[in-house]
């Protein structure tokens, strides 16, 4: 099981960067996804969710960066996206891409609960600084 993230970088704050995470061994459709993010000195937290293909593909994110950012799925290319614009240096983090097999609480505070997820990536940094 492999889950490899990518395109975090430095931008300046109102920039957009556009993160990618292609997984591999194990049936991507039935897995939940979701894009989490760690500040240091701050615990890790929640970013977007997507529900698995088999549960509708529902996304949920979290408050601060509704309206900004968009968590998508290409189940063909096994592949979670997470858009980012009208960045922050709020949201500079490691962000962190994850898979959850097990659907037990279909609702933001269930799929933004890191210790459901079975398989982490290995994080990707964002800076976001003027």
């Known amino acids: 099981v492999q889950l490899q993230a990518s395109g975090g970088g430095s931008v300046q704050p109102g920039g957009s960067l556009r993160l990618s995470c292609v997984a591999s061994?194990?049936?991507?459709?039935?897995?939940?996804l979701g894009w989490f993010r760690q500040a240091p000195g701050k615990e890790r937290e929640g970013v977007a969710c997507?529900?698995?293909?088999?549960?509708?593909?529902?996304?949920f994110y979290r408050d601060s960066v509704k309206g900004r950012f968009t968590i998508s799925r290409d189940n063909a290319k096994n592949t979670v996206y997470l858009q980012m614009y009208s960045l922050t240096p709020e949201d500079t983090a490691v962000y962190y891409c994850?898979?959850?097999?097990?659907?037990?609480?279909?609702?933001?505070?269930?799929?933004?609960?890191?210790?459901?997820?079975?398989?982490w990536g290995q994080g990707t940094q964002v800076t976001v600084s003027s």
């Open positions: 994850a898979a959850e097999r097990d659907e037990r609480d279909s609702s933001w505070s269930g799929y933004s609960d890191a210790y459901t997820y079975d398989y």
């Open positions: 997507i529900s698995s293909t088999t549960a509708g593909g529902d996304t």
């Open positions: 061994g194990f049936n991507f459709n039935y897995y939940a």
